[in-house]
């Protein structure tokens, strides 16, 4: 899917015809030998599930399941079941739970879904934290065609995903350690959010990212000059209020942050990007980066800070994820 001169209705039409085309709900597509979980599944749950270790494959039937889910296995593949296996509109399964981090101790500790281990991936999953929700019409993350976690570190990786409550709340958080991310068909985000971490890259591509409410999309926390990135490729940033959402700040002094070929809806701010704070800008060493985007909240240089870029080329994927992204990304997604 290219973004060239396309309107938001041709992309998010083309998203739509492309989940109807792949038919409904089909049970014979759980992959051989998966462990199955949920309502004529072989265990209730998915951590029950994992305490099973005769298959690293786990296919989840279609429901609500309440819960945090820890994976401490490696090379761990979890499926659920769809419609539309390569698209959102068709995932069955939820994975909710109702905590925030102040009573859990921490983001990480306040995850629907942590991942503790190297190589998890996950499809059609839609993963929710509903605390402080403040209206059902409100629609969850969606994991839309795969999001895939490849740790290269020992630390933890948490998702995570609040609706509005008190102080500032998480979409996906990528913490202390190296991992490299890959969302396809992306993420529907509420209220006041971030896609943040300190040690990560993270490489967005032909996804809905949706504001639901004023905040930042991006909070990079990169502190030095190192490898990492945030880029969202291809996308459809879309909100429902204008001048709501800006497409980042930086957590920290070293953040870098491209959008490139996407639509930027009228939820955008028209600065585009925000300082930390007043007394703390942390914008010296920063590249928050645009290119060739289009739509109301696409570049303009009359509006935008002066610590924002205007880049005269895109990111390739391999800048963001490596050279060797091929042997850990299912490329079918991209």
């Given at each position: 899917?290219?973004?060239?001169?396309?309107?938001?209705?041709?992309?998010?039409?083309?998203?739509?015809?492309?989940?109807?085309?792949?038919?409904?709900?089909?049970?014979?597509?759980?992959?051989?030998?998966?462990?199955?979980?949920?309502?004529?599944?072989?265990?209730?749950?998915?951590t029950v599930a994992l305490n099973d270790t005769s298959s690293n494959v786990f296919y989840i039937y279609?429901?609500?399941?309440?819960?945090?889910?820890?994976?401490?296995?490696?090379?761990?593949?979890?499926?659920?079941?769809?419609?539309?296996?390569?698209?959102?509109?068709?995932?069955?399964?939820?994975?909710?739970?109702?905590?925030?981090?102040?009573?859990?101790?921490?983001?990480?500790?306040?995850?629907?879904?942590?991942?503790?281990?190297?190589?998890?991936?996950?499809?059609?999953?839609?993963?929710?934290?509903?605390?402080?929700?403040?209206?059902?019409?409100?629609?969850?993350?969606?994991?839309?065609?795969?999001?895939?976690?490849?740790?290269?570190?020992?630390?933890?990786?948490s998702s995570n995903r609040a609706k509005r409550s008190s102080g500032e709340h998480k979409i996906l958080?990528?913490?202390?350690?190296?991992?490299?991310?890959?969302?396809?068909?992306?993420?529907?985000?509420?209220?006041?959010?971030?896609?943040?971490?300190?040690?990560?890259?993270?490489?967005?591509?032909?996804?809905?990212?949706?504001?639901?409410?004023?905040?930042?999309?991006?909070?990079?926390?990169?502190?030095?000059?190192?490898?990492f990135w945030y880029v969202i490729d291809e996308s459809a940033v879309i909100g429902n209020a204008k001048?709501?959402?800006?497409?980042?700040?930086?957590?920290?002094?070293?953040?870098?942050?491209?959008?490139?070929?996407?639509?930027?809806?009228?939820?955008?701010?028209?600065?585009?990007?925000?300082?930390?704070?007043?007394?703390?800008?942390?914008?010296?060493?920063?590249?928050?980066?645009?290119?060739?985007?289009?739509?109301?909240?696409?570049?303009?240089?009359?509006?935008?800070?002066?610590?924002?870029?205007?880049?005269?080329?895109?990111?390739?994927?391999?800048?963001?994820?490596?050279?060797?992204?091929?042997?850990?990304?299912?490329?079918?997604?991209?």
């Open positions: 899917m290219k973004f060239t001169n396309a309107t938001l209705f041709v992309v998010l039409k083309s998203l739509i015809l492309g989940a109807i085309a792949t038919g409904s709900i089909n049970h014979s597509r759980i992959p051989a030998g998966a462990i199955t979980v949920g309502n004529g599944g072989h265990y209730p749950n998915l279609a429901g609500n399941y309440t819960g945090q889910t820890l994976i401490s296995r490696p090379n761990v593949t979890i499926y659920g079941e769809t419609w539309s296996p390569y698209s959102y509109l068709g995932n069955g399964v939820t994975l909710s739970v109702n905590m925030p981090a102040s009573q859990a101790g921490s983001n990480d500790l306040s995850g629907t879904v942590r991942v503790h281990a190297t190589g998890v991936k996950f499809y059609n999953l839609d993963i929710e934290n509903t605390y402080g929700q403040a209206s059902p019409s409100i629609l969850p993350t969606k994991i839309l065609f795969t999001f895939t976690f490849t740790a290269l570190a020992s630390h933890p990786v958080y990528l913490p202390t350690g190296v991992i490299k991310s890959t969302l396809v068909l992306g993420l529907l985000v509420p209220w006041t959010l971030w896609i943040f971490g300190m040690y990560a890259s993270v490489w967005i591509t032909k996804s809905v990212v949706e504001s639901t409410g004023n905040g930042y999309l991006t909070a990079s926390g990169r502190n030095t000059s190192d490898a001048n709501q959402t800006y497409l980042g700040r930086p957590w920290r002094a070293s953040a870098r942050v491209v959008y490139q070929k996407s639509y930027l809806g009228d939820n955008i701010k028209p600065e585009g990007w925000s300082q930390w704070q007043a007394a703390d800008p942390r914008t010296t060493w920063i590249l928050f980066g645009e290119y060739k985007n289009f739509g109301p909240g696409a570049w303009n240089a009359s509006t935008r800070p002066s610590f924002a870029t205007k880049l005269n080329a895109s990111v390739p994927i391999d800048t963001v994820l490596g050279s060797n992204y091929t042997k850990w990304v299912d490329i079918r997604h991209l």
